[in-house]
């Protein structure tokens, strides 16, 4: 059951045909006493047939997911769906039009703040809003994410854990049709807060991706994404499968927990010393860190804790302790 809100749209979720609108969130800054922050939602139903959520603009510095999304929401003839898509191509809307991962209206990671609270902050009540009421609607889910500013990571289609064994089997078959170059299970470190780990715990079939990342939109992973959506969804039975659509055959990937980070352990510059791609060993050096203010002061070596290739690469050069600079993926030991 839904908790009380003062969220409202005009979107009819019953109605066949293609509506776009938005949910609206009072909001009453300084500027403006009875105002709303519109959030773009976009529903394209024809008759019965399962539901899918999908979702981008999580993170607004993330860009060929909202992209990829406003496409389909232009493009998609109504009477080529089976069922119903709730789109949600811009969800932390704030962040996206500043080009920032966390809102400007109140500095929350809306990836970390599920399953949300709806009379709390703006950010809490997105996500309120998408738990409560989008959530209980769908069947499957498709998050896309990249690595925004502060990471370059491989085009990749995400794999949510789900404790359930059949549950976890029909993520990684998901996961699989989307057919990205890698297919890598990440379970951010067991965190229930994202939108992901909420989405499976409500049930639903559920595929991520990351798309390449450092602040840019990257062509080849912008096509990954546009031609992985509409794989699941023809996997799904939403609309005809692609004629091209062959599922991804390559070996499952996974990031080994807190062995798989390389973090900084002192501010200045991280100078890496592979390319994303390469393959490594534990123990083997990772990189550097420079204090530039101090020449006299030798770099700091960071070392790999785990065997694998590295997946994800810090963006900036500049870093303060703790940073992510550097994510290896090795081999899952599944290969559903």
Not at 313 to 332: E, S
Request: with cysteine.
């Amino acid at each position: 059951m839904a908790r009380s809100s003062t969220v409202y749209t005009t979107i009819d979720f019953d109605k066949n045909g293609k509506q776009t609108g938005f949910f609206n969130i009072p909001h009453s800054p300084h500027d403006d006493a009875w105002g709303a922050v519109r959030l773009p939602i976009c529903v394209i139903r024809n008759g019965q047939g399962p539901t899918a959520v999908l979702m981008a603009g999580n993170h607004g510095d993330e860009y060929e997911g909202p992209i990829a999304l406003g496409e389909l929401i232009r493009g998609l003839d109504p009477g080529a769906v089976s069922g119903r898509l709730i789109i949600l191509p811009a969800l932390n809307l704030p962040a996206v039009l500043a080009g920032r991962r966390t809102s400007p209206v109140d500095g929350l990671n809306l990836n970390r703040t599920f399953p949300g609270d709806p009379h709390g902050t703006l950010t809490q009540q997105i996500t309120a809003y998408v738990s409560d009421v989008i959530y209980p609607m769908g069947e499957a889910m498709i998050d896309l994410h990249s690595g925004g500013s502060s990471l370059d990571i491989l085009p990749s289609a995400i794999v949510e854990p789900a404790p359930d064994p059949a549950h976890h089997a029909r993520n990684i078959a998901a996961v699989r049709a989307f057919d990205a170059p890698l297919s890598v299970i990440v379970d951010n470190l067991g965190e229930p807060r994202t939108s992901t780990a909420t989405a499976v715990r409500a049930g639903m079939t559920v595929v991520g991706t990351e798309m390449a990342g450092g602040g840019t939109v990257s062509t080849g992973a912008l096509e990954i994404c546009r031609r992985g959506v509409r794989n699941v969804l023809g996997h799904l039975g939403i609309i005809a499968a692609p004629s091209d659509a062959a599922g991804s055959t390559r070996p499952l990937m996974r990031v080994p927990g807190p062995a798989g980070f390389v973090l900084a352990t002192r501010d200045g510059v991280f100078e890496p010393f592979h390319a994303n791609g390469a393959q490594v060993h534990a123990g083997d050096k990772a990189g550097q860190i420079h204090d530039l203010g101090d020449p006299s002061r030798p770099p700091e070596v960071l070392h790999f804790a785990a065997d694998g290739m590295i997946y994800g690469r810090r963006q900036p050069g500049r870093v303060v302790a703790g940073n992510c600079c550097l994510v290896v993926a090795c081999p899952a030991e599944e290969q559903a």
